[in-house]
């Protein structure tokens, strides 16, 4: 995908110059998620396209959350997958909240932690540094799971702060 970004910078085509390249260049059955996103700090506008991955989090200045959207397939799924790009404004007082899937699927008794519990521990971190967020939120998916996240976790937060 980096590589790909150096000639192409929308990010629902170059999810699918991806796919297209799993299959052209594997052998094998790949599967990708993948989450592209572009934000411009100086307009707070963003771009991003979802392959198959949680939708990121978008948290308004009220502190109302909602999922960006749905996502596209993964890549390596279906040879002839589009990818849509979606964009919106990220305004300043807004969180972004991205995150892998060994986050949502932390396991307690059978049950995942889940969208739901993501969005929880995000509302009861909301006023805290981005840094504490991504750590308190992980935290809540290892308590919430009795210690152990068996997949593994990335996290990604950014606060849209007021032009100076």
């Given amino acids: 995908a980096e590589a790909l970004s150096q000639h192409e910078h929308d990010p629902g085509t170059l999810l699918g110059d991806l796919n297209r390249s799993l299959f052209e260049h594997t052998d094998e059955v790949s599967i990708v998620t993948a989450v592209l996103m572009i934000i411009d700090p100086a307009s707070h506008e963003m771009e991003w396209a979802i392959a198959g ?3 990121p989090l978008l948290v308004d200045a009220e502190n109302r959350i909602s999922a960006l959207d749905d996502p596209d397939p993964p ?8 990818y849509r790009t979606r964009s919106a404004r ?21 049950r995942e932690f889940g969208e739901a519990g993501v969005r929880a521990a995000v509302t009861e971190a909301i006023d805290t540094p ?12 290892r308590v919430w799971s009795g210690g152990r996240v068996e997949d593994d976790v990335a996290i990604a937060v950014v606060k849209a702060t007021a032009d100076d």
């Fill in 90 to 110: 990220l305004d300043p007082g807004s969180v972004l909240f991205a995150y892998t899937d060994g986050l949502s699927e932390a396991r307690r008794d059978g």
């Fill in 53 to 55: 991955h949680p939708p």
């Fill in 130 to 141: 981005v840094g504490t967020m991504a750590r308190s939120v992980h935290a809540a998916a």
């Fill in 75 to 82: 890549c390596g799924a279906f040879v002839d997958s589009r």
